[in-house]
Structure formats: structure tokens, C-alpha cells
């Protein structure tokens, strides 16, 4: 089973930015973040296939997020810049054998870390 650990949260005033990462004990074919904000449903934000390289985006998260790795470190890793009060959530980064977006498809989550934006 994939053991997943998440870091970089906290608080960030609008218009800032913070990169979050996850430390991978494992992969599988398919790595993703969520985030989910209190009392929301649960929402993907991005995801990397490894097997062809792709990465996808939300339409939130499309030009202002960006998702890289380092093979080295087998880590995982979300930079989040003009970040906006909306973007207060818990993220989580997420593993799953297929590509989805979808939160039932992924079997191994982090514990997830804090990102507070104020206005």
C-alpha cells in the first residue's frame, strides 16, 4: 500500500502563493491533489500520469496551479500562486491506479495539510 504524507500548508494572504509537497513511499500509475473546504464536497484539483506523462488540471486550477515531481525524492509537488480566499482548503494528494478525477477512484490519501488564505 501507498504511504503518502503532505506539508507546505498555512496561512497566505490573497494574491500569495505556497508550494505543497508530498513524500511518496510508493507510486502508482496515477497521482493526483484534492482539496476539500469545510462543509464541500471533496475536490480534485490536478493529477500526473506517470505512464505517459500528462497533466491535468482543474478549471480552478488551470494557470495559477502547477504540478511537478522529483524523481530523486519521489516527490510530488503543487505550487499554488494568486491565490484566492476561495482556495482555503485541506489538500490532499491522492494515489490511484487509472486516470481519474474522481475521489472514489484513488485508494491511498495523505492526512492532508491547511491552506488558509485571508482576504
Known amino acids: 500500500q501507498v504511504q503518502l504524507v503532505e506539508s507546505g500548508g498555512g496561512l497566505v494572504q490573497a494574491g500569495g502563493s505556497l508550494r505543497l509537497s508530498c513524500e511518496m513511499s510508493?507510486?502508482?500509475?496515477?497521482m493526483a491533489w484534492f482539496r476539500q473546504a469545510p462543509g464541500e464536497v471533496v475536490e480534485f484539483v490536478g493529477a500526473?500520469?506517470?505512464?505517459?506523462?500528462?497533466?491535468y488540471y482543474a478549471d480552478s486550477a488551470k494557470g495559477r496551479f502547477t504540478i511537478s515531481s522529483d524523481n530523486t525524492k519521489d516527490a510530488l509537488y503543487l505550487q499554488m500562486n494568486s491565490l484566492k480566499p476561495d482556495d482555503t482548503a485541506v489538500y490532499y494528494c491522492?494515489?490511484?491506479?487509472?486516470?481519474?478525477?474522481?475521489?472514489?477512484?484513488?485508494?491511498?490519501w495523505g492526512p492532508g495539510t491547511q491552506v488558509t488564505v485571508s482576504s
Open positions: 510508493g507510486r502508482t500509475n496515477v
Open positions: 491522492a494515489a490511484a491506479d487509472i486516470l481519474s478525477r474522481s475521489p472514489i477512484d484513488f485508494r491511498s
Open positions: 500526473v500520469s506517470w505512464s505517459d506523462g500528462d497533466i
